[in-house]
């Protein structure tokens, strides 16, 4: 049953803190991507990788968050310092090319207080 | 700016009526849009696409309808069921049919109701 997954899928955290998302990506798969969803937004695009090369990740605030493909199995969305406007629910996806459907994870609830 | 809107919040229909779903776009380069429902606590999951060089395509009970000159398209559901109450999300592509960077909606609430 090939299916994303995401760890943790609940955080709760002070303000200020270092806060890490985990995925992993469906095997096989060689883009993945970093999604935000908040009642305002929707889902917004952070971030996206392919083949483990950052593409594009212009959606996301450089000066605290981070995200990376340390290997094909794990990527990571990080957040130093977190802040209060970060709680949201976060979600990784991953694709094929040149197939255009990508395949969400079940999301990490941050709240950060 | 949002490229792809979906002007309705939340939307109620009968059990057994027709759910239909609006989705407008403004970048002309989009060329491939998807149709993504989403339970709560889960992730969005695939449900239909279509192609721009189409204008609709059929899967079962859903239905998606594109207007390329409108730059709008739908997503018709019929008969409607209890278990198609989620929120169904919009969502587009410029890649030519890559998996890059889908553009997605802020979503629609489809409530059935018995």
């Known amino acids: 049953d090939a299916r994303v997954t995401q760890t943790p899928r609940h955080k709760v955290t002070e303000m200020g803190q270092e806060v890490t998302m985990r995925c992993q990506p469906i095997l096989g798969h060689n883009t993945v991507f970093w999604y935000r969803q908040t009642m305002m937004q929707g889902l917004e695009l952070l971030a996206y990788?392919?083949?483990?090369?950052?593409?594009?990740d212009s959606g996301m605030p450089k000066d605290r968050f981070s995200a990376e493909m340390p290997d094909a199995t794990l990527a990571t969305l990080k957040i130093q310092p977190s802040e209060p406007r970060d709680s949201a629910v976060y979600f990784c996806a991953s694709g094929l090319e040149p197939g255009v459907e990508a395949f969400f994870g079940q999301g990490t609830r941050l709240t950060v207080v | 700016d949002q490229q792809v809107k979906q002007n309705s919040p939340s939307l109620s229909v009968q059990e057994g009526r027709i759910s239909i779903l609006n989705c407008d776009y403004t970048n002309s380069m989009f060329d491939y849009f998807l149709w993504y429902k989403k339970y709560p606590a889960e992730g969005p999951t695939f449900l239909i696409s279509i192609s721009s060089i189409k204008d609709k395509n059929e899967d079962g009970r859903f239905t998606v309808f594109l207007n390329k000159s409108a730059k709008h398209l739908s997503l018709h559901i019929v008969p409607s069921q209890p278990g198609d109450s989620a929120v169904y999300f919009c969502a587009a592509s410029a890649a030519g049919g890559g998996a890059d960077g889908l553009t997605f909606g802020k979503g629609t609430h489809l409530i059935i109701q018995p």
């Open positions: 990788f392919r083949n483990r090369a950052p593409l594009d």
